[in-house]
């Protein structure tokens, strides 16, 4: 058995190694997370270890922990404070190991993983490209193998997106399934808690931990092993005309299906053709929720001036937020009562199971997204949540999950999604995907160093507790 | 580029986004009755509740 003093200092010699050329990290915090593993592993066996129990894990840095004030990624003062975060103190009662803060999206409000405040988070299996966001550090830290699981949120696909871009598990449970508190807020109606890991097993044990609700315990072990979906009704999502999704991912999306039918389920095509109506109430209720809180900050060092310490991309979406009227926010509030009822009375009553894309497109290169201008930026960050979005709007549960891997080398993902409070179904077919489509046992490759295409944030920047300033 | 001009940019595309959202949800807005209630979303989720 591997004591957690041994999970560790592996997970921190990775993270040396790879932190120059991913950026992933905010801080490292080493004296701590070696001395809170000789804790875990001075506890008497008898306290009950669990799958959890050494675990060394990532936090995005918007959650309060023991001693450590989140930064958001952003260079504007963050006003969060109070108790550490039910998340933090949950996962530290079943015995993992904190070892630091990940890379973020500035406020968790964009989905690309670049940073003014940060510099650029890279994606492990081709450091070229962009992590996706906004849980960009918790992806690219599982992905690489460093930490075996990830703490993230999600408001429209920020633990979805990255993680299918890293090729990696991201779960985003229904809503208000795993507390909130402690979490700095971007859109409190969206607002979720995630996770992302590597293997299921361990992504249902943290969930399980961490959810507020008894779990309904799966019918897949009393089915057969050799069809472990056996009858499952799984619906495959009809893209909507005009849907522009890379040819890779529809091959992705009709591999997976082929799959799930072999395992059992029963596999037809399902239409959602509001889903674009779903968008755009979500658009409308974030942007009012993401004003209201953040918009309005000013930085001591700015005097009068609000908006000067946010990078211009969230300038100009908190702006937007702020021209909002409450009559639009509350509307966009009453159409999602319809837009539920309509889901889980119609689809989820058919289909235990819907399957979709996560992003539309392959992970692009950061040095494409850094030269598109700022409109463009905007609609494409729009079209790159298309089909994670709608199931924030509706507060579903929802799973990427890994599904191989393109001609280039990139990983692709598809996003499992189920009605209200079923995550175990979600984990239950990804559990009998992961030895079919085997993502767990191939890994990135870290490249010689005269190969990495910037220069990152060295191990030494980030040793302290606190935010790397640029 | 002056930094007056930025500002005025900025804040031009900031409009041109919330009037985008807007539109693209008016057609969604036009079925609402007075009845549709913003929680009823939250109830129907709880509802779903397996215990």
Redesign the interface.
């Known amino acids: 058995m591997v004591t957690a003093v041994a999970a560790t200092t592996e997970a921190l010699r990775l993270a040396g190694a790879w932190q120059p050329a991913l950026n992933c990290f905010v801080s490292l915090d080493e004296e701590n997370a070696l001395d809170r593993a000789r804790q875990v592993d001075a506890l008497p066996v008898a306290s009950g270890a669990s799958a959890l129990t050494g675990v060394p894990v990532g936090f995005k840095d918007v959650f309060v922990r023991r001693g450590r004030r989140p930064r958001a990624g952003s260079a504007a003062a963050v006003e969060l404070d109070g108790a550490a975060a039910d998340v933090d103190t949950t996962l530290r009662a079943a015995g993992t190991v904190d070892i630091g803060s990940l890379h973020l999206d500035e406020l968790a409000y964009a989905v690309t993983g670049r940073s003014e405040a940060l510099g650029d988070c890279r994606n492990p299996w081709d450091l070229r490209r962009a992590t996706g966001g906004s849980s960009s550090g918790p992806a690219a830290a599982v992905a690489a193998g460093i930490v075996p699981l990830a703490v993230g949120t999600d408001t429209g696909g920020s633990v979805r997106l990255p993680a299918a871009w890293c090729g990696v598990l991201g779960l985003k449970p229904t809503y208000s399934a795993i507390s909130t508190r402690g979490v700095l807020p971007l859109s409190p109606s969206h607002d979720t808690v995630g996770l992302l890991a590597r293997d299921v097993a361990l992504l249902r044990a943290a969930y399980r931990a961490l959810a507020a609700a008894p779990h309904r315990r799966p019918t897949a072990a009393q089915r057969p092993s050799a069809r472990p979906l056996l009858d499952l009704p799984v619906g495959v999502l009809a893209l909507p005309d005009g849907t522009d999704l890379d040819a890779d991912l529809l091959g992705a999306l009709a591999t997976v299906s082929q799959v799930l039918a072999r395992l059992g389920a029963s596999v037809g095509a399902e239409a959602m053709p509001d889903l674009g109506r779903y968008n755009a109430a979500a658009a409308i209720i974030t942007a009012s929720e993401a004003a209201a809180l953040h918009g309005r900050r000013r930085h001591p060092a700015t005097a009068g001036e609000p908006w000067a310490d946010y990078q211009a991309g969230t300038r100009t979406r908190l702006r937007a937020g702020t021209l909002l009227s409450s009559g639009d926010y509350v509307d966009a509030l009453r159409f999602r009562g319809r837009a539920v009822r309509l889901v889980v009375e119609g689809l989820f009553s058919r289909r235990a199971v819907l399957m979709a894309p996560v992003a539309p497109t392959m992970p692009p290169l950061v040095e494409e997204l850094a030269s598109t201008d700022s409109t463009d930026l905007g609609r494409e960050t729009a079209r790159l949540i298309e089909f994670t979005r709608p199931f924030s709007f509706l507060g579903l549960p929802s799973l990427a999950v890994p599904a191989g891997f393109s001609a280039d080398g990139l990983p692709m993902a598809v996003q499992l999604v189920a009605g209200p409070w079923q995550e175990e179904v979600l984990l239950d077919v990804a559990e009998a995907l992961q030895p079919v489509l085997g993502w767990s046992q191939r890994r990135p490759v870290l490249p010689p160093s005269d190969q990495w295409p910037v220069a990152g944030c060295s191990t030494a920047d980030v040793r302290s507790p606190g935010v790397r300033t640029t | 580029m002056s930094d007056r001009t930025d500002e005025e940019a900025?804040?031009a595309?900031?409009?041109?986004?919330?009037e985008g959202?807007?539109a693209?949800?008016e057609?969604?807005?036009a079925?609402?009755g007075l009845a549709?209630?913003?929680?009823?979303?939250?109830?129907?989720?709880?509802g779903?509740?397996?215990?």
């Open positions: 900025e804040v595309a900031a409009a041109s986004t919330a959202m807007v693209r949800f057609e969604s807005r079925t609402l549709d209630g913003p929680s009823d979303w939250l109830v129907l989720l709880q779903r509740r397996p215990w």
